[in-house]
């Protein structure tokens, strides 16, 4: 003899009695803790550079880099807004600096890059080597390490800031410092990391200089654009991604941060990709050309025609294609070394 249903007064009776306790029923929620496939609240976004560029020299206008500390216009997610957050891990953000400024030294536990957008001849400084910043160049701030940015040339200089806030804010494990003096020291010269780590060789005797990041902190793009335009030219162009290559740590052939991931990819003239999808939300700069990414979820579709400097980004799970009638590059970077090292990265290429 089966049990009578219990009946809805029941049931709610139940709810009221036991909230005082901080208590809440699984079976309410079940379906959307353990959904049958990943539901990112993010949508995709394109940042137009021509239209986000008047600001970013207005805010060069309406305060310096020391009172800011770091001048940076943060693209939110259109569906995250007030939270500081690209997607629900990764922040994004464009910086300006203006000739004889500094952006004074600081660390913090959240790691940093900085992929250059706009102009050269500004530096960052990260613990006591510099690196002159140019467009394309990658650059990274391995967590709590000094930096700082400066600006000794002509013309302003932009760089997009992707860092790991959210997902450092979910684990409540954000510390920071501020430096007594604006500027660090200088102890090494310029190219120093890339010297004794950026030709397949290391020092005989070492220790990783930032723990599990790259000790390399500077990918000049004059070496990535080679490599690609080398691939292109030489082997077979993938039906998905173009040519695509990761940046790599060269003492584990990682990730440059534990955190982040970073990569290149060139999509030749006239590139139709095949749609794909992935877990781990992606944010993409455009270095050089001009291309069209298609995304679709859930029966929503956004199509972006994208050019020089402009940003978009790509949620999780979401399907994604990329093509190009004359050829572009884009930079981007995700938080898949946290969903590879969890063991939950997946990914699908459709075809």
């Not at 006591?128 to 160049?137: A, L, Q, S, V």
């Not at 290391?202 to 000790?215: I, K, N, Q, T, Y």
């Not at 030489?234 to 790599?248: E, F, N, Q, S, T």
Request: negative net charge.
């Amino acid at each position: 003899m089966n049990a009578p249903h219990p009946t809805a007064p029941l049931r709610e009776q139940l709810y009221r009695d036991m909230d005082p306790l901080n208590l809440t029923p699984l079976w309410e929620v079940l379906h959307a803790l353990v959904p049958p496939q990943p539901a990112s609240p993010c949508v995709p976004a394109l940042w137009k550079y021509e239209e986000v560029r008047p600001f970013l020299m207005r805010a060069g206008e309406a305060i310096t880099a020391e009172e800011a500390v770091r001048r940076v216009l943060i693209l939110e997610n259109p569906a995250l807004r007030g939270q500081s957050a690209i997607t629900q891990s990764l922040y994004a953000g464009l910086q300006l600096i203006l000739p004889g400024e500094v952006a004074p030294s600081h660390r913090h536990t959240q790691s940093a890059l900085r992929f250059i957008v706009e102009g050269s001849g500004a530096y960052t400084a990260v613990d006591g080597e510099r690196t002159t910043m140019r467009p394309g160049d990658f650059i990274i701030t391995p967590s709590w390490t000094w930096h700082d940015h400066g600006h000794d040339e002509t013309g302003p200089v932009v760089w997009l800031d992707g860092l790991d806030i959210p997902m450092i804010r979910f684990f409540d494990a954000g510390f920071a410092e501020s430096a007594s003096s604006k500027s660090q020291a200088v102890a090494r010269a310029e190219g120093s990391s890339f010297a004794r780590y950026g030709h397949n060789m290391a020092p005989v005797r070492h220790d990783a200089p930032f723990g599990l990041a790259s000790p390399i902190f500077s990918y000049p793009y004059e070496r990535s654009r080679e490599a690609l335009d080398r691939l292109e030219r030489d082997a077979p162009v993938d039906a998905w991604d173009g040519v695509k290559l990761r940046y790599i740590n060269p003492l584990t052939g990682g990730s440059p941060m534990p955190t982040m991931a970073t990569f290149m990819q060139k999509l030749p003239a006239g590139f139709s990709g095949k749609p794909w999808r992935q877990t781990d939300g992606a944010v993409y700069s455009v270095v050089e050309g001009n291309g069209e990414a298609v995304i679709e979820s859930g029966g929503q579709s956004w199509r972006f025609a994208f050019s020089p400097r402009d940003h978009f980004v790509v949620p999780s799970w979401h399907t994604a294609r990329f093509s190009s009638e004359r050829g572009c590059v884009l930079f981007s970077y995700s938080d898949r070394p946290v969903h590879q090292a969890l063991g939950i990265h997946q990914e699908e290429r459709l075809s």
